[in-house]
């Protein structure tokens, strides 16, 4: 992990300079929350801040001086809630932290906030897109480049695309590229395919892994996790989350 580009390492003197310089803060999005017996709690929290960071070394090469910002560790995870480690908030907790670390990103001098998020939980969406908004209206800029719709879903494979993608190969890769040794790859190989869609459970109206057909709180295919896939999801990643980036850039410039 490149530590350069984190707010959370530099002094204030340091954090000073550069943003008085001009600089967009990205605030990983994740989660704590069970995903399958292969991977951990941590899953989401991982995702998001590396995509982060490797957009912030995107924009790096491109002029525009971006942050990561300490995670968002947790959200609203209710469809989880039956596996033990699972922390979740009220959607109005996460909402208000959410607006409120913007609001707060800004006062201290970021030109505007970047929502990363790789926690893809209905109530955590509908939070993060509440408190973009109640920030805008305080006068803060904010992005959320949502990866759950077009034409950003369509770029992170094909497993993310049928919906069956919690704990499968799509996030098993992810963290593989990320921090290979959370990701238990004996467990994982003893894992058979769930191809059942939580997408679809969810707008059947389930309202829990457990009732979506997952009941060892994974779906998609976890044995096909490889690093050489993470690494091509995250050049991906990175280009979406750079992308609000360079709206709030343009319209600060």
């Keep these: 992990m490149n530590r350069s580009y984190h707010l959370a390492d530099l002094t204030y003197d340091e954090a000073t300079a550069t943003l008085k310089a001009g600089c967009v803060g990205l605030l990983p999005c ?6 399958g017996p292969h991977l951990p709690l941590s899953t989401d929290v991982i995702i998001s801040e590396q995509g982060a960071e490797r957009a912030a070394s995107l924009l790096h090469d491109e002029g525009i001086s ?15 809630s039956g596996f033990q480690g699972t922390i979740s908030l009220p959607i109005e907790t996460a909402r208000s932290l959410i607006r409120d670390v913007i609001l707060g990103a800004v006062r201290t001098g970021f030109r505007g906030v970047v929502l990363c998020n790789a926690h893809l939980e209905p109530g955590n969406i509908l939070a993060l897109r509440e408190a973009t908004s109640e920030a805008r209206a305080k006068g803060a800029l904010v ?20 919906g069956a993608c919690h704990a ?6 992810l963290v593989m590229a990320a921090q290979a040794d ?27 892994f457990e009732e979506a057909g997952g009941p ?12 050489n896939e993470g ?18 850039w343009q319209e600060r410039a």
């Design 143 to 162: 992005e959320f480049p949502d990866v759950t719709r077009k034409p950003h879903a369509l770029r992170l494979g094909e497993e993310f695309k049928s």
């Design 216 to 227: 060892r709180a994974y779906f998609g295919y976890p044995a096909d996790a490889s690093v």
């Design 30 to 35: 994740g989660a704590t929350e069970a995903h």
């Design 168 to 173: 499968g190969r799509y996030e098993g890769s």
């Design 182 to 208: 959370l990701f238990r790859a004996e467990v994982a190989q003893g894992l058979p395919p769930n191809p059942e869609s939580l997408s679809q459970a969810i707008r059947a109206g389930k309202n829990s």
């Design 231 to 248: 690494n091509a999801l995250y050049l991906e990643m990175a280009d979406i989350f750079a992308s609000g980036a360079r709206t709030i």
């Design 66 to 80: 971006a942050l990561v910002m300490p995670p968002l560790a947790y959200a609203v995870t209710e469809f989880a």
